[in-house]
Nanobody
Framework: QVQVVESGGGLVQPGGSLRLSCAAS????????MAWYRQAPGKQRELVAT???????KYAESVKGRFTISRDNDAETVSLEMNSLKPDDTAVYYC??????WGQGNARDYWGQGTQVTVSS
């Protein structure tokens, strides 16, 4: 079994910072890309940032310069440092790991349960 678990959400004032963390665990053979998505009320889920196993990162235009994604391959974790937060960043944030489990032929996407981030004064 494979689990992906996020932590670190909460309420923050505009201009503030939060750090989200995500850990993958279980019968993992290998992890390819890891990513953060978010879904605001009434909107579709959108990609926030993604990072390869080699550390190459890409960001949505709306978060460039404010968010930083990083990962620890040995610990099988990915983090999202969020600075200069805006009310528009309010959403449920989901961790995604494209990984191959032991006994599984191909990589597939695994999702966490989501963590709420609310930016409000």
């Amino acid at each position: 079994q494979v689990q992906v678990v996020e932590s670190g959400g909460g309420l923050v004032q505009p201009g503030g910072s939060l750090r989200l963390s995500c850990a993958a665990s279980g019968s993992i053979f290998s992890i390819n890309d890891m990513a953060w998505y978010r879904q605001a009320p009434g909107k579709q889920r959108e990609l926030v940032a993604t990072i390869t196993g080699g550390g190459s990162a890409k960001y949505a235009e709306s978060v460039k310069g404010r968010f930083t994604i990083s990962r620890d391959n040995d610990a099988e974790t990915v983090s999202l440092e969020m600075n200069s937060l805006k009310p528009d960043d309010t959403a449920v944030y989901y961790c995604n790991a494209a990984l191959t489990a032991w006994g599984q032929g191909n990589a597939r996407d695994y999702w966490g349960q989501g963590t709420q981030v609310t930016v409000s004064s």
